[in-house]
């Protein structure tokens, strides 16, 4: 058994807020994870919340079979994809699910999306296609360097070393997506050198980092007075 960790909580809870913040809590549904450093557990919310009214006391930690740790409170049935992700790449400290509505949108071409822009660039040759929403075998479509995964006619999901790193990939994401299912088919998409290259710049430059504490900032704003982000 781990201890309780308030601030691995704290992280999962201000990233469903900022998520929020963004417009990607879109209802009941969508789950943000966050593995126990070095150990077969996670923090995940409970299903019943959006993640606009998510608390702390809804943050709470999962064993690798997906059930609660002491709580009786239930998650997504989804969670089965969690567990299985962290077992299979141990570099995978968080995941972002979501039904935003251009990733949900952009899920219906059952494809990776189309790239068109510099930070789009992090999922070019690194997003699989899971066959379909059968939540325990949505890992096996996982390449081991892959950040996302598109679930046809479901969502998407994005991973990260860092909770922050997911989070930000998944904003990123919706934009990539909104990007894919707005422009024409005849809109010429970025070629493979500028691809590889731009994804180098884009990475070193830090501009995942910058969104992650730009979704923190965003984050406040839909819960000011809430003492638990700090
Ligand atoms: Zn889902």
């Not at 809590?25 to 009214?53: A, C, D, K, Q």
């Not at 002491?70 to 962290?86: L, N, T, V």
């Amino acid at each position: 058994m781990v201890e309780e960790n308030i601030n691995l909580r704290n992280q999962v809870l201000e990233a469903c807020r900022g998520l929020a913040a963004y417009g990607l809590g879109s209802g009941i549904g969508g789950h943000i994870s966050l593995r126990y450093p070095n150990e077969p557990f996670f923090y995940m919310h409970v299903f019943e919340r959006t993640f606009e009214e998510m608390q702390l006391e809804d943050i709470i930690l999962f064993d690798f079979d997906g059930k609660a740790v002491s709580s009786d409170r239930s998650p997504s049935q989804g969670i089965e994809f969690h567990h299985c992700i962290y077992k299979q790449r141990e570099d995978i400290q968080a995941i972002v699910h979501s039904h935003g509505f251009w990733i949900t949108a952009q899920a219906a071409f059952a494809r990776p999306p189309r790239i068109f822009n510099n930070v789009s660039t992090v999922f070019y040759e690194r997003t699989a296609l899971s066959r379909n929403d059968d939540f325990a075998s949505i890992s096996e479509s996982l390449g081991s360097d892959d950040v996302a995964i598109v679930i046809p006619w479901h969502g998407a999901i994005t991973l990260g070393t860092t909770l922050g790193e997911a989070v930000s990939r998944h904003v990123v994401f919706d934009y990539t997506a909104r990007m894919d299912v707005t422009l024409p088919t005849s809109a010429p998409t970025m070629p493979h050198d500028q691809c590889s290259s731009l994804r180098q710049l884009v990475e070193r430059a830090g501009y995942f980092d910058e969104t992650w504490e730009l979704v923190k900032r965003k984050a406040r704003t839909v819960c000011n007075s809430c003492k638990e982000v700090s």
